[in-house]
């Protein structure tokens, strides 16, 4: 059966804001690399040809963020001119996808995730759907009910209690067999895809759970997290790590240069690891360091001072500013707590 990717982008990114006031959330660059492209990579990289994005708050950045990708001119946008929810922007990509087994892969995740096996673990099971689950559930997230390598419960909290169960949390990386579309609720434009899936269950429909042990980040959680998510990968100063994400390879292929950790010149200093990401430039008698991302486009004026920061498209630091724990932007700069 013919597969199919989907990319949910048509949220406002609301816990972002303000670095979301004027970007869509998966715009935002996370690691120097538009976060949507980390999604669009992983369903590329498994032959998926077919891509839609769904599309509503800025969706301009949404386009123009994809613009360079190799798959761009083939990928089908979706706008939304209400927000359909999870579920509901399915209802107008019907005619799109057809038949198709069709796997969502969530932009707002950062991963390592073995795309290929899931989808082949998928392919081999009876399961209507099935979805990617850590099997640590992240603090204060509600976590799900799983055993033998199906989910049985979306709430655990509401489920019923057993012997032999596990937690689990659903990593936002899912696939929808075409049979799915039957559980949508009759009559509705806009509803959630978790209440489908429940829905499903409670029909005696299998889902199938594959469990992520490798990096995994949620990028929308709050701006102190997508700061401090950035930094803690960037204190291994393992050129690795980022290579796993994909980092390297969707900067060469949208035409910059990723250096990591990147090398100082004459005029400058960098502490500790520095991640440069395309052409940036930076002032003489500047210190950036340690644990700094520097996105295309910045430009840090002379004799400033930089660490514990990320640094996005375009954003400018003043000569001489002395900044730490901060995000930069084009139109100003957001410390953090």
């Known amino acids: 059966m013919e597969l199919k990717g989907f990319i949910p982008a048509a949220g406002f990114g609301t816990r972002l804001q303000p670095l979301t006031t004027t970007t869509a959330k998966p715009a935002l660059s996370f690691l120097g690399v538009p976060s949507i492209l980390y999604a669009l990579r992983q369903l590329s990289k498994c032959g998926i040809k077919s891509i839609a994005i769904n599309t509503h708050y800025q969706a301009a950045s949404i386009h ?7 798959t761009a001119r083939n990928l089908k946008f979706a706008h939304e001119d209400e927000i359909l929810g ?3 922007c399915h209802l107008p990509l019907a005619g799109w996808r057809g038949e198709s087994n069709l796997v969502v892969y969530n932009p707002d995740v950062i991963a390592d995730i ?3 096996g899931f989808i082949a673990q998928h392919n081999r099971s009876p399961h209507l759907a099935s979805m990617v689950v850590l ?3 992240p603090e204060g997230k509600p976590g799900l009910q799983m055993r033998g390598g199906k989910i049985f419960a979306f709430d655990a909290k509401q489920a019923a ?3 032999g169960y596990d937690q689990g949390y659903g990593a936002a990386v899912y696939i929808l067999g075409a049979g799915t579309r039957k559980y949508f609720p009759s009559g509705e434009k806009s509803f959630s895809i978790i209440p489908v899936l429940e829905s499903a269950l409670a029909a005696g429909e299998s889902i199938g759970a594959f469990p992520h042990r490798g990096i995994w980040y949620d990028m929308g959680d709050s701006v102190a997290g997508y700061l401090q998510s950035q930094l803690t990968l960037l204190q ?3 050129p690795e790590i980022l290579e796993a994400l994909g980092v ?5 292929t949208t035409g910059k240069h990723g250096e990591f950790p990147a090398t100082a010149k004459p005029d400058y200093k960098l502490h500790g690891p520095v991640l ?3 052409e940036v430039t930076i002032g003489a008698d500047c210190e950036i360091g340690p644990h700094v991302v520097l996105c295309h486009g910045a430009e840090i004026g002379a004799g400033a001072r930089l660490r514990n920061a990320v640094v996005l498209e375009n954003a400018k630091i003043a000569a001489g500013a002395d900044l730490d724990g901060v995000i930069a932007t084009a139109t100003g700069l957001h410390p953090t707590p």
């Open 236 to 238: 291994s100063g393992d």
């Open 135 to 137: 099997e640590k559930v």
């Open 86 to 88: 999870t579920g509901g």
């Open 276 to 278: 440069r990401c395309g």
């Open 114 to 116: 073995d795309l290929r």
């Open 161 to 163: 209690s057993g012997a």
């Open 64 to 70: 123009a963020a994809v613009k360079d990708y190799p």
């Open 248 to 252: 390297f390879d969707i900067l060469k």
